[in-house]
Structure formats: C-alpha cells, structure tokens
C-alpha cells in the first residue's frame, strides 16, 4: 500500500494539474483515500459542478 502524503484540506482553492479535469478549478471538497492508498477528493467549481480527481493531479492554489 502507498501513502501519499499532501498538505491537502477541505476547503482550499485547488486547480487539476493532470488527468481528465486538466484546467479546471474549484474548493476541495470530501477527501478520502482508497482501498489502494489512492487518495480522491471532490472538488467543487464555482458554478456548483461536483467532480472527483485524485489529490495528485491537484496543486494548491495559494491566496
């Protein structure tokens, strides 16, 4: 099993770096972390669509 470790939180500003949601944005929302080890967060867009990414194809957006 890996373990990821990210400085990630429910409610930071986050942009998809990689993956299929590449380019868009929004405030990290439900993280868990998989039977894998994966970890997978929802993240929330301004326009209140919901998706789900893995916290690696994430960076943080600092304010």
């Known amino acids: 099993m890996k373990t990821e470790k ?3 939180k429910d ?14 944005s929004g405030i990290v929302r439900d ?3 998989s039977k894998t080890g994966n970890i997978t967060i929802t993240v929330v867009q301004q326009s209140g669509v919901r ?3 893995l ?3 994430v960076e943080i957006v600092k304010k």
């Open 6 to 8: 990210l400085n990630l």
């Open 11 to 24: 409610g930071d500003q986050c942009k998809v770096v990689a993956g299929t949601h590449k380019g868009k």
């Open 31 to 33: 993280i868990n972390t």
């Open 51 to 53: 998706f789900k990414t």
């Open 55 to 57: 916290g690696r194809n």
